[in-house]
């Protein structure tokens, strides 16, 4: 952990961006914010008899909130640092047995899914760019729906079927528990994605803007440098 | 806000073998147990590697309590399994299924019980070294995940602030006004690490020596 990093950043074979300070913060922090959203107690709401668990919110406001490289790199930073035993599952589990465990199939599949998100989000604000409103709301809320249907529904059922040894059928009924809380869970998360472009609307526009002009821009100001002459 | 008991939940100060065995030779005993329990298809087998690994644990010194307590969580949804499959499959391959589950878990915390976080934590930073080459960076993979330690008492002490700010304004139902205020909190307290960290010189990728090969160094070539 003492090795300089001179030769690591020298290698020739980097194709993806370099993130910057910021960045690195942000993943840190939303890895975090995950872990933290699964140990505290779940979160009454109105109307509804169940209290909901915020983690899989928050796994999804990652990919909303800070695109696919950098919400991959936060919730498999989560993931990856859970599997090595710090008791940061939900309930508090931990370890490599959750890979054996029923939820495996979830764990995994948040990764996937915060990731197919960002991507979502990346491609609905640059189509958006313009007219920021309900259309923008509704398809946010359409690319949390479609990855996490897909990814964490997918990859649940999957993981309950090879741990479980459930069949098809049964995996399915027993994931159905989970889209009542999905629904409410993806709403809430656009709402507070929107409000946080707002509050910080660097957060993602600036890149995807850079990204567009030259992609191995991280930062604005060497955007600005390019385009000057 | 809490402290950082969280890191300290799992592992028991010791020094028997299992203690002193190294990091790599305890993963491979987790890993080993989660294939075995796709080839076991015999639940006696399965019963007896659930006996070796839980006197694994015992032999540690953790004690029986803590056996317990580490497979607790999984307990309940085991036995709706466990039944559902008896009914469906018939005892003996139920019985497979959840002993299988249980070897699984009980070597995961052998490993985890035995090892301190912090050699853990040194083990995972390592994984980043084969991948120098394809341009990671061990020291900032190690520094995001001190960073990540760090802010998970900040944020769970954020969540309780705003559940009592959001008591006292008489809206502990509304999950916008619970939620919404610590995600703000949290992206502004990574904004501001991430300038601090930039601001020491920490963080950074070199763009000085190593600019990326497109724009940036054109530009500033050219003023």
Redesign the interface.
């Known amino acids: 952990?003492?090795?300089s990093?001179?030769?690591?950043?020298?290698?020739p074979?980097?194709?993806?961006?370099?993130?910057?300070?910021?960045?690195?913060?942000?993943?840190?922090?939303?890895?975090?914010?995950v872990?933290?959203?699964a140990?505290?107690a779940a979160?009454?709401?109105?109307g509804m008899g169940v209290p909901?668990t915020?983690q899989t919110?928050a796994v999804m406001?990652t990919g909303l909130?800070l695109g696919p490289g950098r919400a991959f790199?936060a919730v498999g930073?989560?993931v990856?640092?859970g599997l090595?035993?710090?008791?940061?599952f939900s309930?508090?589990?931990?370890?490599?047995?959750?890979?054996?465990?029923?939820?495996a199939g979830y764990i995994i599949g948040f990764v996937v899914a915060a990731t197919a998100a960002g991507w979502l989000t990346v491609l609905v604000l640059r189509r958006t760019a313009g007219r920021p409103g309900r259309l923008r709301a509704v398809l946010l809320f359409a690319a949390a729906m479609v990855s996490s249907i897909i990814f964490v529904h997918g990859l649940g059922i999957l993981g309950m079927m090879v741990?479980?040894?459930?069949d098809l059928s049964?995996a399915f009924l027993v994931d159905l528990v989970f889209y009542p809380g999905d629904v409410?869970k993806n709403v809430?998360a656009v709402?507070?994605a929107l409000?946080?472009h707002k509050?910080?609307p660097d957060?993602l526009i600036r890149r995807i803007r850079s990204g567009a002009?030259?992609?191995?821009?991280?930062f604005a100001p060497?955007?600005t440098?390019?385009h000057?002459? | 806000m809490s402290g950082h008991g969280?890191?300290l939940?799992?592992y028991v100060p010791g020094s028997s073998l299992l203690h002193r065995a190294p990091l790599w030779l305890k993963f491979l005993l987790?890993?080993g147990?989660?294939m075995a329990?796709f080839l076991i298809v015999d639940w006696a087998a399965a019963a007896a590697a659930l006996a070796v690994m839980c006197s694994l644990f015992l032999l540690s010194g953790a004690g029986v309590s803590r056996l317990f307590r580490?497979v607790r969580?999984?307990l309940p949804?085991l036995a709706a399994?466990g039944l559902?499959?008896w009914w469906q499959?018939g005892g003996p391959?139920a019985a497979r299924?959840v002993l299988?589950?249980l070897?699984?878990?009980?070597?995961?915390?052998v490993?985890?019980a035995t090892?301190a976080?912090q050699r853990?934590?040194?083990?995972?930073?390592?994984?980043a070294k084969p991948f120098?080459?394809?341009?990671?960076?061990?020291?900032?993979f190690?520094?995001?995940?001190a960073?990540?330690?760090r802010?998970?008492p900040?944020?769970?002490g954020a969540?309780?602030d705003v559940r009592d700010s959001a008591r006292a304004r008489g809206l502990?139902?509304?999950?916008?006004a619970?939620?919404?205020p610590?995600?703000?909190t949290?992206?502004?307290?990574?904004?501001?690490?991430?300038?601090a960290?930039?601001a020491r010189g920490?963080?950074?990728?070199?763009?000085e020596?190593?600019a990326?090969?497109?724009?940036?160094a054109?530009?500033?070539a050219?003023?």
């Open positions: 952990m003492t090795q990093t001179g030769s690591a950043a020298a290698t074979a980097r194709q993806r961006n370099r993130w910057n300070a910021t960045d690195l913060g942000l993943i840190a922090v939303f890895a975090a914010l872990a933290s959203s140990l505290i979160i009454p709401v109105a909901i915020v919110l406001l909130a790199a930073l989560y990856l640092l090595a035993g710090l008791p940061i309930g508090g589990r931990a370890g490599l047995g959750v890979l054996a465990g029923p939820s741990n479980a040894k459930l049964k409410i809430l709402t507070i409000a946080l509050a910080f957060l002009g030259a992609p191995a821009g991280t060497h955007a440098v390019v000057r002459p | 969280f890191l939940a799992n987790v890993v147990c989660g329990s580490a969580p999984v949804v399994i559902l499959q499959l391959t299924i299988n589950v070897v699984c878990i009980v070597a995961a915390s490993l985890t090892t976080v853990l934590l040194d083990g995972v930073a390592s994984l120098q080459r394809f341009g990671a960076d061990p020291e900032r190690a520094l995001t995940i960073i990540m330690l802010s998970i900040f944020i769970a969540y309780s502990e139902r509304n999950p916008r619970l939620i919404l610590v995600f703000i949290t992206v502004a307290f990574a904004r501001q690490t991430g300038d960290l930039a920490l963080g950074e990728a070199d763009t020596e190593h990326p090969p497109t724009a940036p054109a530009g500033y050219v003023p």
